[in-house]
């Protein structure tokens, strides 16, 4: 793979007193600086996303400046015992962002005009007083900001086998352009004026009337288009939702392992997340009553619970209910990818099994369409409407409306019904290359186990690895040191557990990719088993 390289004018090498202070291609500082930055042993931050930080802090602090070449991928891979895959990625981020741009024959130099902030960063300030900038240093930021985890702070690249990304490479792109023409050909006089003056906090009535009917289709939730609120994402639902019905050192049961974003959300409020275990099950909800009778908030993925992929048992539904029946405590039933179901019949909704206005549905449109279109909903208790609508103001008054007006056409027009069901027949095609691929060249590695729905599956350790006293840990920091992103499913664990599986995304990445990295994951298990030239 080749540096970034943007067509443009050659850039004169830089003057001989500049290279006496960076070297020949500016390496000597910044190698020093990358070999102190890199840190293997932080799971939550990708290398490719540390090189691509070390970087811009070197530029911003003014040891590496605009018009200095950077070394080239291939030595800067070499220099720091990376894969090169690693440092392309970096680089790739860096010109998209304006860091750093590539000229032909020549190499990746730092931009003239990079986009530096007001003041130097400090590597050493904790990560939410460092991204606060100036800010930080001369206010009080409050402390459980610093606690959001790295997962939900850094941008991630679609690398083997990155887990919850969709196909992007599958999206239908010209079709989506047409309905975004389509949308603005008929916003004509008094509509258009209507339409884009002012947005609805609730959302656009169209689209909340869409999502309504689909909710309706897939997951027999019976709602009208008065209980639907329109998010930028479903996390900013969770956020609100925290807010608004969590008092400081309320209780909020928390799936472990589980989705970072919930326990995030808890903690920004100064509520108190209770870690609760999960099963083969789910939710082990007489746990949870044991470690929080008290709790305000139940927070359930009960479709697909992430990262262990198993289904919430019925039994334990009707528990959960009879649960918050009793106590007045809410329900965050989180449905990210139920859209995705390859095989077995989909258990009912918490939020349609529920009779006591305490289930808040929640639902995305990143998974189904894409990720960067930021639009999510929620299907709330009628009592709840007024005061998230209220709260929805204070926030970021609505969501974009161009958006909300092309999904809600692409829905109507059936596009959106078509492109689910084309994409659940690639998702189940391309787990299917995965296990092909797995049973050819891990199998003496690592068990997977089929997933019934969503993006990635989950495989356990085997015990040629285990019995060396290799975890899925040491597997997943190997696999990163090359570029790939398989991650143990106890880094997402609040308490130490015994766990030896790993998440293995499949989605986004055709068939000669998951062959070309079970073949490099292949590898790498034979190198930590000390078998690196067994076949």
């Not at 540096?3 to 290279?19: I, N, S, V």
């Not at 530096?116 to 939410?128: V, Y």
């Not at 047409?178 to 050909?185: D, F, I, P, S």
């Not at 997943?476 to 293995?504: C, H, I, N, W, Y």
Request: contains cysteine; charged residues 25%.
């Amino acid at each position: 793979m080749a540096d970034p390289a943007p067509p443009g004018p050659l850039r004169p090498a830089p003057p001989e007193a500049d290279r006496a202070k960076t070297g020949s291609d500016g390496s000597p500082p910044l190698l020093d600086m990358l070999a102190i930055a890199i840190d293997r042993e932080q799971e939550a931050s990708p290398l490719y996303h540390q090189v691509y930080e070390a970087i811009t802090t070197g530029i911003e602090r003014g040891v590496i400046r605009p018009g200095d070449r950077l070394p080239s991928t291939r030595k800067l891979a070499s220099e720091l015992n990376v894969s090169r895959t690693t440092v392309v990625l970096a680089f790739e981020q860096l010109t998209a962002e304006g860091w750093i741009e590539g000229q032909s024959g020549a190499g990746s130099f730092v931009s003239e005009a990079p986009p530096l902030t007001e003041k130097p960063r400090d590597s050493r300030l904790n990560p939410a007083l460092e991204a606060a900038g100036g800010i930080g240093r001369t206010a009080e930021m409050r402390p459980e900001v610093a606690q959001v985890p790295p997962t939900l702070r850094h941008m991630r690249r679609p690398v083997p086998f990155r887990s919850n990304l969709p196909a992007i490479d599958a999206f239908p792109t010209e079709l989506w352009a047409r309905c975004l023409t389509e949308v603005l050909r008929r916003l004509k006089g008094e509509q258009a004026a209507h339409i884009l003056g002012e947005g609805d906090p609730q959302g656009l009535f169209a689209l909340r009337e869409q999502v309504a009917i689909h909710v309706a289709r897939t997951r027999g939730v019976v709602c009208t288009a008065s209980e639907v609120v329109i998010f930028a994402g479903a996390q900013q639902a969770v956020d609100l939702c925290s807010r608004l019905l969590l008092m400081p050192s309320d209780k909020v049961i928390c799936e472990d392992p589980g989705y970072d974003g919930i326990y995030a959300s808890a903690v920004a409020v100064s509520a108190l997340p209770v870690p609760v275990p999960v099963d083969e099950h789910g939710l082990i909800v007489a746990e949870a009553r044991k470690r929080a009778p008290d709790a305000r908030m139940i927070y359930s993925s009960p479709s697909k619970q992430f990262p262990l992929g198993c289904t919430l048992s019925l039994r334990r539904r009707i528990e959960l209910i009879d649960w918050v029946r009793e106590s007045g405590a809410w329900i965050l039933e989180d449905d990210y990818d139920c859209e995705f179901r390859y095989a077995g019949k989909a258990l009912p909704s918490l939020f349609s099994l529920d009779d006591t206005q305490s289930v808040i549905y929640l639902g995305t449109f990143s998974k189904s369409l894409f990720p960067a279109l930021r639009l999510g909903y929620a299907i709330l208790p009628k009592r709840l409407i007024e005061p998230v609508v209220s709260a929805r103001t204070v926030l970021d008054r609505y969501a974009a409306i161009l958006p909300q007006l092309q999904v809600a056409h692409f829905m109507r027009a059936g596009h959106f019904a078509k492109h689910v069901r084309r994409m659940r027949k690639l998702y189940s095609d391309r787990q299917e290359l995965l296990l092909d691929a797995m049973a050819r060249e891990l199998q003496d590695w690592l068990i997977p186990q089929r997933s019934e729905t969503g993006f990635e599956l989950v495989a356990r350790v085997s015990p040629r690895l285990t019995g060396r006293g290799i975890t899925a840990r040491d597997i997943s920091k190997a696999a990163r040191s090359e570029g790939m992103e398989l991650q143990a499913t106890s880094a997402f664990g609040r308490e130490p557990r015994e766990d030896d599986r790993l998440v293995l995304g499949f989605a986004t990445f055709t068939g000669e990719q998951i062959d070309r990295a079970a073949r490099q994951l292949a590898q790498i298990c034979r190198d930590l088993a000390g078998e690196a030239g067994a076949a």
